[in-house]
């Protein structure tokens, strides 16, 4: 475990902040980029309890923070799905007389100051937020705990983002877990021994109409949510509102295709999922056949909620209570052998990553979890890195992954690992190139996530068979594309071919289709590999 987690020195000062406050003339919920909910949001729902308690307006606040954007190497589609559901969820609230304001700061080192600063200005001592957990978002939260110290105001910080939160799990040495196995067992156990963890949360009250009134918060009602952030402009919008709506009406369809509907052979098929028409099944829903086909790249086989589970328009915990509903059943689905069980194993994946970033902050800083992997030798190649990022390689899986990602804000998971495991291990090019990418073309983007991914798939990760495990990107290929649909989808030029040309164009082939030729030979590729990880710092 990292020296001073921020973690532990978060909950420290929150633990010392003030209990009780006095004068207070407004509740705020500090809504943040995770929680992006009125509907089971525990920190909303808490702090609408105590403004009823106390007989006080409930205001909502969210800031716009450009340069934590810049940061985290967040991309537009990643903040534009962030301001359209802050629209939807204004409408929402306006319907309870709860006004949400959005400001935005810059230079972010004053952000605490001006959070503080608006809450005196609207007489409001008490302030819940949902934990963020990244370092940079802890790091801001210690902050604003002095200074709300300071000016009298209480801060009330809670738990939200994960069906089990950090600091709960520990291994029998009292350690955390840095290997998945382990960890999903005694999550399972543990989820199952204290349910209550995922109790929904309860929706806000309205606050009184007379808030339309008062001189102090009316016109929060009237400003607007921006349509765009400077620097961020999404240019493909229109597209991306039609594959991912934005709100929590939006994830609960999507949530309810999967668990109710037969998936299709097609990965973009109608534009938006939600219309494609799909017939519905109570045996073969997507969700009852997930753990035979959702390695399939070729079919939409999977959930597709990680932009709406990333950005909180769904909570975790309702989807978790979905799939108990789904089978009927009291206790969560523990055996891996089950369609349910492995699909909640990737719940539990999601868990795992942020408890790693919690426990070891350094690998989400650029470090790998795995020191000893700090010094292998990187290629410095930035064709190959355009040719990757474009889906040039030559290896039509590896092509057709990067251009769905870059075509839809999304790729299928085994597509990740795939194109991930190429960068690294056959272009032999560093895995925090690729990571920024991802984050930056990402609608899901999510640090622990992405940096789990990256690092697994890089071998520099919490993986028990490390830099050892090196995917042939062509039997992948006739695994995760049997009927080849998926590269015929999304690379065109191999459109035409059929059979086992379409995994491996031979040159002459892909010269005739205008296909990009191979930038690297696999065997070679792998052999470098082994070599560069298994003497960190040789050639
Ligand atoms: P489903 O298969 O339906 O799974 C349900 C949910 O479980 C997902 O929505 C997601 O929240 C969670 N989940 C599934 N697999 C994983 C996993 N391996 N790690 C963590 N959570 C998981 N996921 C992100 O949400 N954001 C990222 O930025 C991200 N980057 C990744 C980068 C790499 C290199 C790799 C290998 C994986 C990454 N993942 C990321 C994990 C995974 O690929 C996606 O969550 C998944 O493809 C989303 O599709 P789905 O919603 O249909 O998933």
Same mark, same amino acid.
């Given at each position: 475990v990292d020296?001073?987690?921020p973690l532990q020195k978060f909950l420290e000062a929150a633990s010392v902040g003030l209990k009780t406050v006095e004068g207070t003339e407004a509740v705020v919920h500090w809504m943040r980029m995770a929680d992006l909910r009125i509907v089971d949001n525990r920190a909303l729902s808490q702090a609408s309890k105590r403004a009823r308690e106390v007989d006080i307006p409930l205001i909502v606040l969210f800031v716009i923070s450009p340069q934590d954007y810049v940061a985290h190497d967040r991309g537009p589609r990643r903040i534009d799905f962030v301001l359209r559901n802050l629209k939807s969820i204004k409408r929402s609230l306006k319907e309870l007389n709860i006004p949400l304001y959005v400001?935005?700061?810059t230079p972010r080192r004053n952000l605490p100051t001006g959070v503080i600063d608006l809450l005196k200005q609207w007489n409001a001592k008490e302030l819940y937020a949902n934990i963020e957990y990244e370092v940079d978002e802890l790091r801001r939260d210690i902050r604003i705990l002095e200074l709300a110290k300071q000016e009298g105001i209480r801060c009330t910080f809670i738990h939200d983002k994960l069906v089990v939160e950090p600091g709960t799990l520990f291994t029998q040495q009292g350690?955390?877990?840095?290997?998945?196995?382990?960890?999903?067992?005694?999550?399972?156990?543990?989820?199952?021994?204290?349910l209550h963890w995922i109790a929904e949360a309860s929706v806000p009250t309205p606050n009184d109409y007379e808030i339309?009134?008062?001189?102090?918060?009316?016109?929060?009602?009237?400003?607007?949510?921006p349509d765009e952030v400077e620097g961020f402009e999404c240019e493909d919008?229109?597209?991306?509102?039609?594959?991912?709506?934005?709100?929590?009406?939006?994830?609960?369809?999507?949530?309810?295709?999967?668990?109710?509907?037969?998936?299709?052979?097609?990965?973009?098929?109608?534009?938006?999922p939600l219309e494609e028409g799909a017939e519905s099944s109570a045996k073969a829903s997507r969700a009852l056949t997930y753990k035979d086909k959702r390695d399939q790249a070729d079919r939409d086989t999977t959930s597709r909620l990680s932009p709406y589970l990333s950005a909180?328009?769904?909570?975790?915990?309702?989807? *978790?209570? @979905?799939? /108990?509903?789904?089978?009927?059943?009291?206790?969560?689905?523990?055996? +891996?052998?089950?369609? $349910?069980?492995?699909?909640?194993?990737?719940?539990?994946?999601?868990?795992?990553?942020?408890?790693?970033?919690?426990a070891w902050p350094r690998v989400s800083m650029g470090r790998p979890y795995q020191e000893k992997f700090a010094g292998v030798k990187w290629e410095?190649?930035?064709?190959?890195?355009?040719?990757?990022?474009?889906?040039?390689?030559?290896?039509?899986? *590896?092509? @057709?992954? /990067?251009?769905?990602?870059?075509?839809?804000?999304?790729?299928?998971? +085994?597509?990740?690992? $795939?194109?991930?495991?190429?960068?690294?291990?056959?272009?032999?090019?560093?895995?925090?190139?690729?990571?920024?990418?991802?984050?930056?073309?990402?609608?899901?983007?999510?640090?622990?996530s992405n940096n789990g991914g990256w690092q697994w798939s890089s071998g520099t990760g919490t993986d028990p068979q490390p830099y050892f495990r090196i995917f042939n990107p062509y039997n992948q290929s006739e695994k995760a594309d049997p009927t080849g649909n998926y590269i015929r989808e999304f690379v065109p030029e191999l459109g035409g071919l059929r059979g086992p040309d379409v995994h491996k164009p031979s040159p002459k082939t892909a010269?005739?289709?205008?296909?990009?030729?191979?930038?690297?030979?696999?065997?070679?590729a792998r052999d470098r590999a082994l070599r560069r990880y298994k003497n960190p710092g040789m050639e």
């Open positions: 020296a001073d987690p400001t935005t700061h350690k955390p877990f840095a290997v998945f196995s382990p960890f999903h067992r005694r999550w399972i156990e543990a989820l199952n021994r204290n339309h009134s008062h001189s102090s918060y009316a016109d929060l009602f009237n400003q607007e949510v919008r229109e597209k991306m509102k039609v594959i991912w709506p934005e709100g929590h009406g939006a994830a609960k369809e999507m949530l309810d295709r999967f668990l109710h509907t037969k998936s299709r052979g097609s990965q973009l098929g109608p534009a938006n909180g328009v769904i909570s975790c915990r309702e989807v *978790v209570r @979905a799939t /108990m509903e789904l089978l009927k059943i009291k206790r969560v689905e523990s055996s +891996r052998d089950t369609s $349910i069980g492995t699909w909640v194993q990737e719940l539990a994946w999601r868990d795992f990553y942020t408890h790693i970033m919690c410095v190649n930035e064709e190959h890195f355009n040719a990757w990022k474009e889906g040039r390689t030559g290896v039509p899986i *590896v092509d @057709a992954g /990067m251009r769905q990602m870059n075509t839809m804000g999304w790729m299928h998971n +085994r597509a990740r690992m $795939i194109t991930a495991m190429y960068l690294t291990k056959d272009l032999m090019l560093d895995w925090r190139l690729g990571e920024r990418y991802f984050s930056k073309m990402l609608i899901d983007s999510d640090l622990a010269q005739k289709l205008g296909y990009p030729l191979l930038l690297i030979e696999h065997g070679k």
